[in-house]
């Protein structure tokens, strides 16, 4: 869903306005892209936990009776009902993303029950790590895998919740038959449609837990080795002389543009080169 807000023609330049465009990844976890050109908004809270990330330009950010100057790459926190405001640097222009998500989604996410909420040490905060979570998860989204995203997702609170909150990180634990129930799923289930929280319940782990878990023990996240077993199951497709719109389908990729992106990252050849190759196509 995209919305254009504009207001009148300023005289220093361009319409002023604001441009958004909102995703929803979950119910209760919502993703906003705004370019803003001298504009200004009021005083405002939201329901859930905001994480920001100026993407381009300058804004001026107001939380907690402070107005901070922030910048591209500068991550903005706010709380569920915490006053704020942010508005153009000299009638300027800039971009950001920001993350909206309530406190039910954020338990759902990685929580366990019982666990402290979120409390930001900071309002505004310049992180080159979480920063570039936030560019890849947004990034992610704009790909259209929701698997994807939503591991990005995961990764990014854990960051957050290391670098800017006095809620503890939950601790890590030993969690081997869980971890590898999650790899026999993933790897039964792979030719079909599952999620992140598909495979966290199959393994009876919250999903920050199993991206952890997993990739300690097998050196890669449940979403890289889903793609890496749909990519094995479409070489077996094209062996056998299935067109690669097939192998697609029978791998569980979307289409097969999807699986030509993946299909080339993983092994450094398209899957129409693959089965030249093999004297299959």
């Known amino acids: 869903m ?8 300023s005289a220093a330049g361009p319409r002023r306005g604001a441009h958004s465009r909102l995703r929803q990844l979950a119910p209760g976890v919502e993703f906003v892209t705004c370019e803003c050109t001298d504009f200004s908004f009021p005083q405002h809270v939201h329901e859930g936990y905001t994480i920001g990330r100026v993407i ?36 300027g222009s800039w971009r950001y993303h920001s993350l909206y998500m ?13 666990s402290p909420a979120l409390s ?3 309002s505004v905060l310049d992180n080159e ?14 790909q259209g895998d929701d698997f994807d995203a939503a591991e990005a997702l995961v990764e990014l609170m854990g960051l957050v919740r290391g670098t ?28 079909q449609s599952i999620s992140l929280d598909d495979i966290a319940r199959e393994a009876r782990l919250n999903p920050t837990y199993l991206i952890g878990a997993f990739r300690e023990r097998h050196g890669l996240t449940p979403h890289a080795y889903l793609v890496a077993c749909r990519v094995l199951t479409a070489r077996r497709q ?20 999807h699986l030509t992106r993946h299909f080339r990252r993983l092994t450094g050849l398209t899957p129409g080169g693959y ?7």
Request: glycine content about 12%; aromatic content about 6%; some cysteine.
């Open 2 to 9: 995209s919305e254009t807000v504009e207001g009148p023609p």
């Open 56 to 91: 381009a330009g300058r804004e001026v950010f107001s939380a907690r009776g402070c107005d901070e100057n922030a910048g591209p790459g500068t991550l903005y926190y706010v709380h569920p009902d915490e006053a704020h405001s942010g508005r153009s640097v000299e009638r």
């Open 102 to 114: 309530t406190g039910e989604a954020l338990l759902d996410l990685g929580g366990m029950p019982g």
């Open 120 to 122: 930001f040490r900071q």
């Open 129 to 142: 790590r979480v920063s570039t979570a936030v560019a890849t998860l947004f990034d992610r989204l704009e």
């Open 164 to 191: 800017n909150s006095d809620a503890a990180t939950p601790p890590s634990y030993r969690a081997g038959d869980a971890v590898e129930r999650a790899r026999n799923y993933i790897r039964d289930a792979s030719d």
């Open 238 to 257: 094209l062996a056998e002389g299935q067109s690669i719109a097939d192998a697609a389908v029978a791998a569980g990729f979307y289409d097969q543009s």
């Open 275 to 281: 089965a030249h190759a093999i004297g299959a196509g």
